[in-house]
């Protein structure tokens, strides 16, 4: 079967399940997406790799990173290979030089490696076909759709309203103890707002 490759189209809190998040993966030559349902934990292990973030101390993908880095193992790809009963199935293709071997991952965990190893991501066209959505339109207003619950994006923009009010300084402080603290959904608002200053 011919692999499609896809690539991190947006993250979002989930309209329909409360506490998740929607990973949105996009074909790199199409116009398919494939919103996938995924806990916050693997959310937050992806979103600060994405952002570039440095967490105070290692997160569980970033320990398993680096233990297979001391074993001079590394990840080729990551291949979302099934899909039964609306539960995405993954596997690893990793490689010590030698060998390579195929390891089974919830497909969330397996995404959250592809960010780190920087490997591509695959799919197969049944997926797709089955589970995929097309966009007509443009990607940021399909992403918003998609988004949180209302409540839940009140409390979003009121906590990006609350950083307009301090200065670049005062932001980069906070975002460096959101850091230290682990408070990495605090941590993504203040990057957020200080990206927004640089863009404007």
């Known amino acids: 079967m011919q692999k499609i490759k896809l690539d991190i189209v ?14 949105v993966l996009g074909e790199i030559s199409g116009r398919r ?40 193992i590394t990840i080729q790809e990551v291949i979302i290979y099934n899909l039964i009963d609306g539960i995405f199935y993954s596997k690893l293709i990793c490689s010590d030089g030698k060998k390579t071997m195929e390891i089974d991952a919830r497909t969330s965990d397996g995404i959250a490696m592809a960010v780190r190893f920087n490997c ?42 609350g950083y307009t009010s301090f200065s670049t300084e005062e932001l980069e402080v906070k975002l460096k103890d959101a850091l230290s603290e682990e408070a990495y959904e605090k941590a993504a608002k203040i990057r957020d707002e200080l990206t927004r200053r640089k863009a404007s």
């Open 120 to 161: 591509p991501i695959y799919t197969y066209e049944f997926i797709l076909s089955s589970a995929g959505i097309v966009i007509e339109g443009n990607d940021f207003v399909y992403l918003e759709n998609i988004n949180a619950d209302p409540q839940e994006e009140k409390n979003i923009a009121a906590v990006a309203k």
């Open 10 to 23: 947006g993250l979002s809190y989930s309209q329909t399940q409360s506490g998740a998040y929607a990973l």
């Open 33 to 72: 997406r494939l919103p996938i349902v995924i806990g916050s934990f693997e959310a937050q292990a992806i979103a600060i790799e994405i952002e570039k973030m440095t967490p105070s101390r290692p997160l569980t993908h970033d320990l398993f990173k680096t233990f297979a880095q001391a074993y001079h």
